[in-house]
């Protein structure tokens, strides 16, 4: 009977072979496995904190709304009026010209765009104070003297809206408790023409 | 046969008083004996007095902001001795920021932070900022106006460093602006994530003062045939418990004599029309008073990494000028500097 002869075997090479020359496939499997082990080790404990950090990043950004605020022929033209945001900031509103289009109003936020204090306006001089870092901003929100001025940052507006006559603004809707909670803080101030002027 | 609990005890943990002599006995230099070199054991004393006063006060207090105050006000003025280990934490805090920076001061101006103990500067840099950072979290978490308005400015400046600014406030904040998550994340900062890192940090710290030995200074009046070094233990040790001593009567006076009060619950709508951080900060709000968002803190940035590198820029310095001064007198104009901003912001209202 005759038996196939088995083709030569490769004899594995003496100790110490593959100092100098290129690795073997032993050394290569070693190397391979241990950077497939370091890479998979990276890629969970990498995937694992980008679900870390995507877990703790706000998933959401801020509830906002629109809200009606007056009728456009209420608001004189050159007049102005103080809206207050369901969640109690302060918005200075006013009607700069008389075509009847959204064009016509600005709405100002009492956020300062600096490092976010609330500005209040100082009837004395004519402007909007940030007790902050001193930032003042001119009656149209520009900013006109401290950070606010140097970088020419203006109080950010709100966006508007007309539709058939009345006037509308996007608003966020979330708020932190209040320290005065009795005080009236939501909708349509009344009062034409009783805020900060413009 | 019954072993005395000692013998039990050793049997199973093969310590005795040799091995843990061994362990301890640092050989300590000699200027160590007077205790304004010994700073750097008053911020490690004073993070434990944080560490065990923080977790009482963490007790009773609840991070969120229809909470937050009301359970500082319960702390301070109903909880039996609630008002005095609030003021141990506020005063210590306080002690804490100034003992860091009085020991940064003198590894600064004796150059113990030169080759080979470079990367202990960057350590304690990293300690530096972060007991600034859990100083600013913990004032934060009151939630009073100055609180509420600073923590609302801290966030802030995060917003202005360039492309990342907008991610790091949102991520601080849990929103867009402060929110209903905004405490409790300051409050896991505060209270965990922090003092953990600087726990590490201060292990680290000291295992590099072990490894490198403690600087060596020589003085023009010491007596050469006098022994260089002495024991830590049991002589280096009482030192530090004295010190320790002292810091609790100091800290008991401060927080019976001036004790942690409470300003009017935070409103969101409504910035106090004077508004000061604590006095740690005031240079960093003078400088934003100075100048634009972005470029105060740039600038601002830029000076922490000068601060981290000086050991190399340092170094570089005195190969090519080796008796160069330039270090004490950078030193002097910095500290200069931090104290006329400090005392400018202190002395006016806006």
Redesign the interface.
Known sequence: MHTPERPPQPQPPPEGHDSGNPPDRRSFLARASSMGMIAGLGASYGTAGLYAARYLYPSKPRDKAWMFVARIADVAVGGSLRYTTPGGEKVALARQGSAGTVEDFVALSSTCPHLGCQVHWESQNQRFFCPCHNGAFDKSGKGISGPPGDAGQSLPRYPLRVEGGLLYIEVPTESLEVADASAPREGHDPCLDGGAPL | MSLSPLTWIRERVPVGPEQLRELTNEPVPNHLKKWWWCLGGTPAYLFVVQIVTGILLAFYYKPS??TAYESVRYITEEASFGWFLRGLHKWAATMMVAAVVLHQMRIFFTGAYRKPRELNWLVGMCLLLLTLIVGFTGYSLVYEQLSY?GA??G???TD?VPVVGV?LK??LL????????TLSRFFILHAAVLPVTMAALIALHVTLIRLQGVTEFHFRDEDRKKPAFFNFFPDHLLTELSIGLVLMVLLSVLATVLPAEMG????????????KPEWFFYVA?RW??L??????VLSMGLIVFLMYAWPFIDARIRRSRPESEASVWIGVAGALAIIALTVWEASVA?
């Open positions: 902001p229809q308005w609302t400015v966030a802030n400046i202005s991610y949102e991520l849990g929103g867009e602006v402060y929110n209903e998550n009017p619950k935070a409103d969101p709508l409504s910035t106090p029309e004077v508004i709000f934003l008073k100048f634009s968002g972005t470029l105060a806006h």
